[in-house]
């Protein structure tokens, strides 16, 4: 009997067991979606390191931005007007003031250097975490859900329902992504970066969406699935516990994926123009950094390198952290965590 299979007779027999207390089933829950996740990421290495860089980032956009003065607020360009000074940008961006004969480098106030209006690199790249964050949660998150709903509910439909999503689906297919991003970005100019995540994802559900149909196909005529229908389960119960689980390792796989293109494509058009340049971004960094970059004397590579790094380190938690989400919903490996949380020893 497959672990799939098992999964179905455990819901029969629970309809008879003596209900569990409100407790109980709180400690259940917590220990099903809390502990058993956590132990099963923090033992493999990839996601433990992933999960560690992703932790990171979050406590820059938080923590870092609570520390850290607004790039608009930073006294760099006062120095200029209110002392009378010559600002001096170095090779790595380690400014030198020089106030009443007393030369002063402020290598502990700007780490990362300056940009070329003296303010520190470090925090623009600090105070545009946040929302990029956003902005990838909100693209990943809308192109994630879109493909699942559509995916999921055409493939295991069918019938008029199915071939009327499918057809929505292959029609946003053969729409040319990059110039629809274009247009649309330069047509709403969106500035809150919920809605640019969002906007830079709507060319990226249908492919997922369309994978998905295939799996959800070849899934419902599994003997499980079968047997869920024959004991009289909804679609719902049935789509939920039998056709979700086993195609939700791709998902989260492809939600890490999708998050990381939302990153490079907002950042590719901000770099471009395309997007309104409101707010603090790493895109908009770069855009002004290549104004005055010279790549013969490494001049202002400070201001290129930082929001380079940190789109590239991003990526690469996010790959490291997919790799290792297989293992988070395979039914043998949370079984194991269970048994061994409950005091029982398993064997596979």
């Known amino acids: 009997m497959s672990d799939k299979e098992a999964n179905v007779f455990e819901r029969i027999e629970s309809e008879s067991v003596t209900p ?21 990421i923090w033992e493999d290495s990839r996601t433990k390191l992933g999960s560690i860089i992703l932790l990171g980032y979050v406590l820059m956009g938080t923590v870092g931005v609570w520390i850290t003065e607004p790039p608009e607020l930073n006294e760099g360009p006062a120095y200029l007007g209110m002392f009378n000074s010559d600002y001096v940008v170095q090779p790595f961006g380690i400014p030198e003031f020089t106030i009443l004969g007393w030369t002063y480098t402020g290598i502990w106030k700007f780490p990362l250097g300056t940009n070329n209006w003296g303010v520190g690199i470090m925090e623009q790249a600090v105070h545009a975490t946040p929302d990029m964050l956003l902005m990838a949660l909100a693209g990943g998150g809308f192109m994630t859900i879109v493909a699942v709903l559509t995916g999921t509910l055409a493939g295991y439909k069918r019938g008029a329902i199915g071939r009327v999503i499918l057809t929505a689906i292959d029609i946003q297919i053969t729409i040319p992504g990059l110039p629809l991003l274009i247009v649309v970005a330069v047509a709403l100019s969106p500035s809150n970066p919920i809605l640019v995540g969002i906007l830079l994802s709507i060319d990226g559900w249908p492919n997922l969406a369309r994978s998905l149909y295939s799996q959800v196909i070849s899934t419902r005529e599994e003997s499980y699935v079968e047997a869920s229908r024959t004991i009289g389960l909804g679609s719902g119960s049935i789509i939920r516990d039998d056709i979700l689980p086993s195609v939700m390792p791709y998902v989260m796989i492809n939600f890490m994926r999708n998050t990381v293109r939302v990153i490079h494509a907002s950042v590719a058009l901000y770099f471009l123009g395309a997007l309104p340049l409101t707010r603090n971004n790493w895109g908009i960094m770069l855009d002004k950094s290549f104004d005055y970059v010279s790549l013969l004397t490494l001049n202002n590579m400070n201001w290129v390198l930082t929001p380079i790094i940190l789109i590239g380190g991003l990526g690469f938690a996010t790959i490291l952290l997919s790799q290792g989400l297989d293992r988070l919903f395979n039914p043998r490996v949370r079984a194991r965590h269970s048994d061994e949380g409950d005091g029982i020893t398993s064997y596979d």
């Open 20 to 40: 569990m207390s409100r407790r109980e089933r709180w400690s259940e829950t917590f220990d099903a979606w809390v502990v058993t996740p956590f132990e099963i």
